[in-house]
């Protein structure tokens, strides 16, 4: 973009301050001293504005100072400008206050409601000035907003290689079926004993397909995959109703209608905090600590 920024834009920008206070002032000593700075220096400020701009700003009234028509005229254009700044700076400050800043943090949709709502409770009561915005979504939907900076953090199954990242546990992929199921009294299941079943999954793109489809593949065979559906709880409900299995992660809340039974030749996933490659801010690091800090009491041991 720098192409479209002229050397007169850069030169003006840090004059445009000291031109707006004086210019609602309408005196130089009231405007030095809103400034902080001595009265000197803001004279210096303005008369190099008018010499890069090339015409003159102001005019002498009695002991104040008057706008020229053309200093009417880039007050008018400049000073909602030179607010909208200061209103940016204060807001950015602002969210990066440890103790009252912005957190944007996601984690994706196998987690959730009791483990990442659990943290986030206690890290309210220990940060209550801490804003967090939340995103709920899958891996790499997680790892692009992480990427452009539209998350600060994430808790990611996997983390993906080009970010920072942080190890905090281990989840472990579970058979999923409905209690009438020939396989739900069973004690563990190996993975090619389901060849013939009808499996009900998430989209391609998703991690965890991807981990049933290549771990089916290792074992020799290619899942029948029946339904697709983003929504876990959903592909749970699937289950229960008998429409067939599925491999997901232990649920966190209650299905009677489900029995989870562990498998053999499925890998477990690994749960890691992920970063920007920026630095972070005070609020976002003393979010990252306590995640870190607290995970392996709900999120297992690493």
Do not use: W
């Amino acid at each position: 973009m720098d192409e479209f920024r002229s050397a007169e834009v850069e030169g003006l920008a840090p004059l445009l301050a000291a031109f707006d206070v004086a210019a609602e002032e309408g005196h130089i000593t009231r405007a030095s001293d809103l400034l902080g700075i001595p009265q000197s220096s803001l004279s210096r400020r303005l008369k190099t504005l008018e010499k890069t701009l090339g015409f003159q700003l102001f005019q002498p009234v009695g002991r104040r100072v008057a706008l020229t028509s053309a200093g009417r005229e880039l007050h008018e254009l400049t000073s909602r400008l030179v607010k909208e700044l200061d209103n940016a700076v204060g807001l950015v400050r602002s969210n990066a206050d440890p103790e009252g800043g912005l957190v944007r943090f996601g984690f994706p949709l196998t987690l959730g409601p009791i483990s990442v709502p659990s943290l986030l409770a206690e890290f309210h009561e220990a940060a209550p000035r801490v804003r967090l915005n939340l995103v709920q979504a899958h891996g790499e939907s997680l790892a692009q907003m992480v990427r452009d900076g539209r998350l600060d953090l994430a808790v990611m199954i996997p983390a993906p290689e080009d970010l920072p990242a942080t190890l905090l546990g281990h989840q472990q992929i579970l058979l999923h079926v409905g209690t009438g199921h020939r396989l739900a009294a069973r004690d563990c299941v190996d993975l090619a004993e389901l060849v013939d079943e009808t499996f009900i999954a998430s989209p391609p793109t998703y991690h965890l397909r991807m981990l049933l489809d290549s771990c089916c593949m290792q074992t020799g065979f290619e899942p029948r995959v029946a339904f697709e559906i983003t929504e876990f709880e959903t592909i749970r409900a699937l289950v229960s109703r008998g429409l067939g299995i599925a491999l997901l992660p232990i649920a966190e809340v209650d299905h009677p209608d489900l029995v989870a039974v562990p498998v053999t030749g499925v890998r477990d996933r690994t749960i890691a905090l992920a970063v920007g490659n920026y630095r972070l801010t005070p609020a976002v690091i003393r979010l990252r600590d306590h995640l870190i800090a607290r995970a392996t009491a709900l999120l297992g041991s690493p």
